[in-house]
């Protein structure tokens, strides 16, 4: 029994960074990210007898914080909005000129991703995280939100039209290449 209980804390300590990363692109909030992230990982305990063999815990707890997130959504929740005009703020990032050691530009445009995807519905960012930040196919995305390929495929363009709109200095950092 000690053997599993190791096993879990070592596959806890290695992959919460990475699941807290996807988590947090889902919620939008660093604290509801790491709620997502416990949850999920107190149902991949209870199972952990099942899955060490499987060798896929990981997935499961993916799986698992997908489908939470989708019922914390279908409760609804209060829409959060950041009070800086964060596009302002990168222009003037952009202004500043380019210095090799300044990552202001870096972080104007993380800063504005994130506001971006936060004016995104729940489903939208979901299916955006899934595709490009953790590059999954569109069928692997649709079985993990439980949905069709088609409607990956409507959400992915819906959503990559409307950062146009609500972040078109994003355009040139994340959009080329992407189908119109």
């Known amino acids: 029994m000690d ?10 300590r290695a992959r919460t960074p990475s699941l807290l990363r996807s988590a947090f692109l889902l919620t939008g ?14 149902h991949t305990h ?7 063999h499987a060798g896929n815990a990981e997935a499961y707890t993916r799986k698992i914080m997908y489908h939470q997130q989708v019922a914390w959504w279908r409760r609804g929740k209060v829409v959060e909005r950041l009070a800086e005009d964060v596009a302002d703020a990168m ?13 202001a530009n870096a972080t104007a445009v993380r800063v504005t991703l994130q506001a971006a995807l936060l004016r995104l519905t ?19 995305a649709a079985e993990l939100m ?11 363009a819906k959503a990559l039209a409307r950062l146009r709109v609500i972040a078109p200095e994003l355009d040139e950092f994340y959009f080329t290449g992407v189908s119109r």
């Open 29 to 42: 909030d660093q604290h509801l990210a790491e709620d997502l992230v416990q949850n999920a990982l107190i």
């Open 146 to 156: 439980g949905v069709s390929v088609g409607t990956i495929k409507s959400q992915t």
């Open 122 to 140: 729940n489903r939208q960012r979901a299916v955006l995280v899934l595709r490009f930040f953790e590059d999954r196919s569109e069928v692997e």
């Open 3 to 12: 053997a599993l209980a190791d096993e879990f804390d070592d596959f806890v």
């Open 46 to 52: 209870r199972s952990w007898q099942r899955l060490h």
């Open 91 to 103: 222009r003037g990032a952009r202004r500043g000129g380019s210095d090799a050691g300044d990552h």
